[in-house]
T-cell receptor, first 117, second 115 residues
Framework: EAGVVQSPRYKIIEKKQPVAFWCNPISGHNTLYWYLQNLGQGPELLIRYENEEAVDDSQLPKDRFSAERLKGVDSTLKIQPAELGDSAVYLC???????????????FGPGTRLTVL | GDSVTQMEGPVTLSEEAFLTINCTYTATGYPSLFWYVQYPGEGLQLLLKATKADDKGSNKGFEATYRKETTSFHLEKGSVQVSDSAVYFCALSFAGGTSYGKLTFGQGTILTVHP
């Protein structure tokens, strides 16, 4: 079974430029997450999708970050414009929809390492 | 808010030594608890989990017991190997409510095992 796929793996851009990250979740997984991982820290949730609906985007900096999940499968996270402080690893994860279940395991992709110069 | 605190790192051990990585949590409710591992250059992988008090999660020789009375989920392994060198993250999540599925992570503990 294929895991969560992310691209690109690495991205280097200059500040004020736009950037986009792509995620393809595990087939059949309805829930998709984007996390931000700063160096030396644990990941922090940016946004969570149930199918194509963003059900928790409270931690997404909406002035410069946006995300979409068309057709409830692939997702794109965009930053425009990027700032120096956005340098981090952006992780995508997916999980099967199990309403009310405590067995809410998430499967992570390898991440995209963004460097803003 | 909910939070997870891991022991200060990094941790350096010799092969076959005993490992303990402490993890405590603060949560308003009854979360599920997880340990994730991140090997160099790879994504996070679920190592083990526990969904209720006194449950013991185990995998690859690692164990952790959900202790509700001490709000802890310490990771242990009796004999570490060089291949266990990685970053270990403790995390919690809830099965329902507005925070359903959101993983709250600790800061991670770097483990280095020498031959």
């Amino acid at each position: 079974e294929a895991g969560v796929v992310q691209s690109p793996r690495y991205k280097i851009i200059e500040k004020k430029q736009p950037v986009a990250f792509w995620c393809n979740p595990i087939s059949g997984h309805n829930t998709l997450y984007w996390y931000l991982q700063n160096l030396g820290q644990g990941p922090e949730l940016l946004i969570r999708y149930e199918n194509e609906e963003a059900v928790d985007d409270s931690q997404l900096p909406k002035d410069r970050f946006s995300a979409e999940r068309l057709k409830g499968v692939d997702s794109t996270l965009k930053i425009q414009p990027a700032e120096l402080g956005d340098s981090a690893v952006y992780l995508c994860a997916s999980s099967p929809r199990t309403s009310g279940s405590r067995n809410n395991e998430q499967f992570f992709g390898p991440g995209t390492r963004l460097t803003v110069l | 808010g909910d939070s997870v605190t891991q022991m200060e790192g990094p941790v350096t051990l010799s092969e076959e030594a005993f490992l303990t990585i402490n993890c405590t949590y603060t949560a308003t409710g009854y979360p599920s608890l997880f340990w994730y591992v991140q090997y160099p250059g790879e994504g996070l992988q679920l190592l083990l989990k526990a969904t209720k008090a006194d449950d013991k999660g185990s995998n690859k020789g690692f164990e952790a017991t959900y202790r509700k009375e001490t709000t802890s989920f310490h990771l242990e392994k009796g004999s570490v190997q060089v291949s266990d060198s990685a970053v270990y993250f403790c995390a919690l999540s809830f099965a329902g409510g507005t925070s359903y599925g959101k993983l709250t992570f600790g800061q991670g503990t770097i483990l280095t095992v020498h031959p």
